[in-house]
């Protein structure tokens, strides 16, 4: 994949992130002040997870250089139509919810499935943690705006006039995809037997797997969407949470910027199961102390020392790949992760829908994001060991 081509994929993720600024932290709450129901929400989610996996598997076998830039390309399109019929259901949108969020599933690994083949293919050992930085902080520049304003938006006029500017960014996309030459994929049968015999051979690959499986059940899994809910039921404001998400992202970026100095100097890092005990350890504080400032600790924790284990998981997954005779199966590798990543999605949506149902009392979302966040803890250990054999083997 040629600079242009990086610059242009670059440029999109950039604008694709203020839409989907939207879908991560406000979505959930547009159908929470609709049915008033977190549960069903989170019920909502789990479903769209299965939609996904099924979307993602398919997608991944058929993939090829000559269809991956139009799989790509969809994904813009099916985004219209998404945002497209949020504008033009409205609260009518519970009646389609699932067709909904099969429809935004299928856009998203559209999306996504293109674009970490040509990452693991764009990149090597040395670049990937690097690169893998420079993308988050592309992301959350984004977000440093987006919230406020989407929140402003929402609450000085509608969220139909934000779907309205979403639906315009999302064509100015897909103009611009226009400009990508190429997608360089090799054209072959995809052989996920051949692929595990011989991952038997590198035992950091089992480690990586087994970290994004508890990755999803922590950090990655019914996390990301109980955070917004519990921001919002806190503060009743779209607007406050957009205010808040925009620090955050601030934040986030100079983490992500400190991480950077650490990867120039190549030294060896050692910091990730720390960094999830100390976020672990801000849970414990927001179980004991449900307050207003327990919450703002456990947020900034997530989006400081969080953003790193999230950037630092995502490249030693596209990096592990890049040794000796394995370099080849991207594909089988991308299904291999995703299986273990959906897996430990579902357990945490499962987890997280039972405590909330069956359990329920006024703290138990907070005892639900301190059990998830233990499994960030396990998650570490694994990407500690296949980092260090990453660089062992540098």
């Known amino acids: 994949m040629d600079e242009q081509n990086r610059k242009t994929i670059a440029l999109i993720s950039f604008m694709r992130s203020f ?65 497209g019929l949020l504008l033009g259901l409205k609260e009518n949108i519970i009646k389609y919810i699932f067709l909904f969020k099969m429809l935004y599933a299928l856009q998203e690994v559209s ?41 402003l938006i929402i609450e000085k006029f509608s969220y139909n006039i934000l779907f309205i500017i979403l639906i315009i960014e999302a064509i100015v996309i897909i103009i611009t995809s226009t400009k990508i030459s190429n997608f360089y994929i090799e054209d072959r049968k995809v052989n996920i037997k051949e692929f595990w015999n ?56 100079c983490a992500l910027s400190l991480l950077k100095l650490i990867n120039k100097k190549n030294t060896k890092k050692k910091f990730y199961v720390p960094l999830a005990i100390i976020i672990f350890a801000s849970t414990i504080i927001l179980v004991c102390i449900p307050s207003y400032e327990a919450i703002l600790i456990y947020y900034i924790c997530m989006k400081t020392l969080g953003k790193v284990i999230e950037s630092e998981s995502c490249s030693a997954v596209y990096e592990a790949i890049n040794v000796q005779e394995l370099s ?34 006024e703290n138990i979302l907070s005892v639900v994001v301190s059990v998830l966040m233990f499994f960030l803890i396990i998650s570490c250990k694994y990407l500690q060991r296949t980092n260090n054999f990453l660089q062992e083997n540098d």
Do not use: W
């Open 19 to 83: 839409i989907t600024v939207f879908f991560n932290i406000f979505f959930n709450i547009y159908v929470l002040k609709i049915i008033n129901d977190v549960g069903f929400v989170i019920k909502v989610n789990l479903i769209s997870l299965i939609f996904g996996f099924t979307f993602n598997t398919i997608i991944l076998k058929h993939i090829n250089g000559k269809n991956a830039k139009y799989i790509y390309r969809s994904s813009f399109i099916l985004l219209v139509v998404c945002i």
């Open 111 to 151: 999306f996504y499935a293109p674009l970490e083949l040509i990452t693991m293919g764009a990149n090597s050992h040395k670049t990937f943690s690097s690169f893998q930085a420079n993308m988050n902080i592309i992301s959350n520049i984004a977000t440093i705006v987006t919230p406020a304003f989407s929140g």
């Open 198 to 253: 011989k991952t038997k051979k590198y035992p950091h690959m089992k480690d990586i797997y087994k970290c994004m499986f508890y990755r999803r059940i922590s950090a990655q899994g019914a996390i990301v969407d109980l955070l917004p809910i519990i921001l919002f039921l806190k503060l009743g404001s779209e607007f406050s949470v957009g205010a808040y998400n925009a620090v955050f992202a601030i934040l986030s970026i």
């Open 328 to 361: 080849k199966y991207n594909r089988e590798h991308d299904i291999v992760f995703n299986v273990y990543m959906f897996v430990g999605q579902v357990i945490s949506y499962s987890l997280t829908y039972i405590l909330y149902t069956y359990f329920y009392n």
